[in-house]
C-alpha cells in the first residue's frame, strides 16, 4: 500500500532540483512570447518577485537592471517573473524608468496562469498562494538547473551575491576545481577531497597546489 508521504508527495507540485533538466515553457513576457529553448548557449538567471509596484520588488529590479550588464559579459541573461499581466508589467517597468530613472533591460514574464511558477514551485502556499516567492534559478547554458534560492517576500535578494554564484559556477567548470566560502574572484580555489588513497598522495607531488593537509588543498588560477 501507497504510504501517506508518498501519496502527499504525488500531490504536491514537482520542483526542479539542482541537476535536474530546467522545465520548459513558453510564456508572454514584457519582450513578446519566449521559450525557454530560446536562451540554449546561454546561462540564464530566472528570478520571479512578488508584485509589480512594489517597494522591495522596485529595489531589487533596479539592482538587478544594474547587473544585468556585467552577466552578460559572463554570457548571462535575466528573466524575471510574476504573477501579474503584460501591462502592468510595462506600467511598472516604464514608471521605473520615469521615476527612478532605471531602464529594465531584460523581459519579464507575465505569468497570471500560474503556469511557469508551479512549474518551477515559486509559489510557497505557507506564504502566499497569489503570489510568488523571491525565487532564483541558474540555469546553465545546456538548460541545467546549477542552483536555486529563495528568499520570502520581505527580503530584498542580494543581487551581488546572484553575480558572485554565476562566476563562482562558471570558475568552477572552466577549472575542475570548487570555491570556498566567502569567495571572491581572484581569491585561490578549493582543490575537490581526493576519493581514493593514490589521489591524497599524488597531492603531495603535486608543485601546483598548496596543501595545509591532504583533503585541503588550494589552488591560484
Ligand atoms: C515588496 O516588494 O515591497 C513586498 C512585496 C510583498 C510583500 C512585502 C513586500
Known sequence: MESLAAAQNALMPRMPRI???APQFEAVTTHGTIQLEEFKGTWLVLFSHPADFTPVCTTEFIAFA?????LRQM????LGLSIDSVYA???WVRNIEEKLDVKITFPVIADLSQEVANLY???MPGEST???SRCVFVIDDEQIVRAMIYYPLTT???VDEIVRLVTALQTTDENGLATPANWRPGDRLMVPPPKTQEEAEGRAQDASVECTDW???TKKL
Request: hydrophobic share 30%; glycine share 12%; aromatic share 8%.
Open 19 to 21: 541537476g535536474d533538466p
Open 156 to 158: 530584498g535578494r542580494n
Open 130 to 132: 497569489t503570489e510568488a
Open 75 to 78: 554570457n548571462t541573461e535575466l
Open 121 to 123: 514551485g515559486m509559489i
Open 66 to 70: 544594474e547587473a544585468h550588464s556585467v
Open 89 to 91: 508589467h510595462i506600467s
Open 215 to 217: 583533503y585541503f588543498c
